[in-house]
């Protein structure tokens, strides 16, 4: 069955540390990839998507993620995190083919930024 | 503002009590869809529609019904609740089924059954 694990569940970061959380997924074919993220008390929103061309794919506030297909992986990354970078983030996973629109999601990792 | 809305944001209800959760988007997108978020699981699609009319299951569509008779809404509808669909539902909305869309979602819905 398709999958995205996410291995990081909780990071604790103070501000100015750098960032990476990991996520992989299980599919062999064409896919397109999400990270959405979900600040406190609010709804998921669009971080960065990579769905063709340059593997290294440039989000909003400073985000970036990099597809690597022979590993299955599209990490996320921010050089110096903010206080206000403290929520969950999602991976997600759009099967190219035969896809039916549904995004599977990884279990989520909360980030909490030390000020 | 284009947006996703649900009402109502938080409930509390008791075992078999039917409920309906709405979802409405001013964006005239054709893909709609339900997914429940639990913790250490993500989110898991319940049931989606690829335009009016069009309904499907998704992973996790046991003890739910939704309909599509507008293109704008979308309700999820629980006949029975039972203490196992106490989850916080995130309505969600794309252009198109196509996977490089983004889907938009709604503010969700924290449900209790007691």
């Known amino acids: 069955a398709q999958s995205v694990s996410q291995h990081n569940h909780h990071v604790i970061l103070s501000e100015a540390a750098s960032l990476e959380l990991g996520c992989n997924y299980s599919?062999?074919?064409?896919?397109?990839l999400f990270w959405y993220v979900q600040y406190p008390g609010q709804h998921l929103q669009l971080l960065l998507k990579?769905?063709?061309?340059?593997?290294l794919v440039k989000g909003i506030k400073g985000f970036e993620a990099e597809f690597i297909k022979s590993k299955f992986s599209f990490n996320l990354r921010k050089p110096s995190v903010q206080w206000s970078d403290t929520a969950e983030y999602f991976c997600?996973?759009?099967?190219?083919?035969?896809?039916?629109?549904?995004?599977?999601f990884g279990q989520g990792t909360t980030l909490q930024v030390k000020p | 503002e284009a947006q996703v809305t649900q009402n109502p944001r938080y409930l509390i209800t008791v075992t078999g009590k039917k409920l309906t959760v709405t979802c409405s988007q001013n964006?005239?997108?054709?893909?709609m869809s339900w997914y429940r978020q639990d913790p250490g699981l993500g989110l898991r699609q319940i049931y989606y529609?690829?335009?009016?009319?069009?309904?499907d299951k998704g992973d996790v569509p046991e003890g739910y019904k939704v309909s599509r008779k507008e293109k704008r809404n979308f309700p999820l509808i629980l006949e029975s609740p039972s203490p196992n669909q106490t989850s916080l539902y995130f309505c969600?909305?794309?252009?198109?089924?196509?996977?490089?869309?983004?889907?938009?979602f709604g503010p969700g819905t924290r449900l209790t059954v007691l």
């Open positions: 529609s690829m335009n009016v009319e069009v309904t």
């Open positions: 997600a996973v759009n099967p190219g083919s035969g896809n039916t629109g549904k995004l599977i």
């Open positions: 964006m005239n997108h054709e893909y």
């Open positions: 599919y062999g074919g064409t896919v397109n």
């Open positions: 990579y769905f063709s061309g340059d593997p």
């Open positions: 969600a909305s794309s252009p198109t089924r196509e996977s490089y869309n983004e889907q938009f």
